[in-house]
């Protein structure tokens, strides 16, 4: 399985995702293709309430405070990627991996 889904930055993370808003629940799908994560978010994809979704739910995982996690791509569109402050890439590919075995 590829780890493309995590990329390092100078503070932190980028996780890219694929984000499937008006599901039931919060919860990760698996993976999208070998480089980006899915992403089922409980939260309608209006006025940016499934932003604010996957935000709160990528935090809560990774355990960093809720402005720890950023969307800064694809804010109007499926697949995004979100910035992790606090954690270094290892770590959050290690956690993610965890979640996806």
Do not use: C, H, Q, W
């Amino acid at each position: 399985m590829s780890k493309g889904f995590v990329t390092r930055t100078r503070d932190g993370a980028r996780i890219k995702l694929r984000v499937s808003p008006g599901a039931r629940s919060t919860s990760i799908a698996g993976t999208f293709g070998e480089d980006a994560i899915k992403l089922r978010v409980a939260a309608p994809p209006v006025k940016g309430r499934a932003n604010a979704e996957a935000e709160r739910y990528v935090a809560e995982l990774l355990g960093v405070t809720a402005s720890g996690v950023s969307v800064i791509r694809g804010s109007s569109a499926r697949t995004k990627t979100v910035v992790v402050r606090g954690l270094e890439a290892e770590e959050v590919r290690g956690i993610l991996t965890g979640r996806l075995s």
